[in-house]
């Protein structure tokens, strides 16, 4: 894989995993860039090897830590352990609760609305 396709993966794979987490679970969350707002915080180690082979290609690959498989080539390889860091912020109240609190908000001001016409 090379290293553009690997960074668009990564970042597909991180913000599907957000979206995906965010309609099943009872809180909102977002990916959020001021590391004092996130509440989650990840740092995964990634390991990448740039191969190459007899064949003649190059690139870089990321792999698995596990690899299994009975192809013999001749190969050079130079191993890269990357780290990829990034925040969530989960919302401190539930979905319900923030559609709750929103619905008193309009409430309210329709109210105080109506009291200065």
Do not use: C, P, W
Not at 99 to 114: I, T, V
């Amino acid at each position: 894989m090379e290293l553009k396709d690997f960074v668009k993966n990564v970042l597909k794979d991180v913000t599907e995993a957000v979206d995906e987490y965010r309609s099943e679970s009872s809180r909102d969350m977002h990916l959020d860039n001021m590391k004092d707002q996130r509440t989650v915080e990840f740092d995964v180690a990634v390991a990448a090897e740039d191969v190459t082979s007899a064949t003649g290609k190059a690139g870089i690959k990321v792999f698995s830590l596990i690899e299994g498989g009975g192809e013999a080539s001749k190969e050079v390889k130079n191993s890269t352990v990357s780290r990829i860091k990034f925040g969530v912020h989960v919302n401190r109240f539930t979905k319900q609760e923030n559609a709750g609190f929103e619905a008193q908000n309009r409430a309210l001001n329709s109210r105080n609305h109506n009291e200065y016409i």
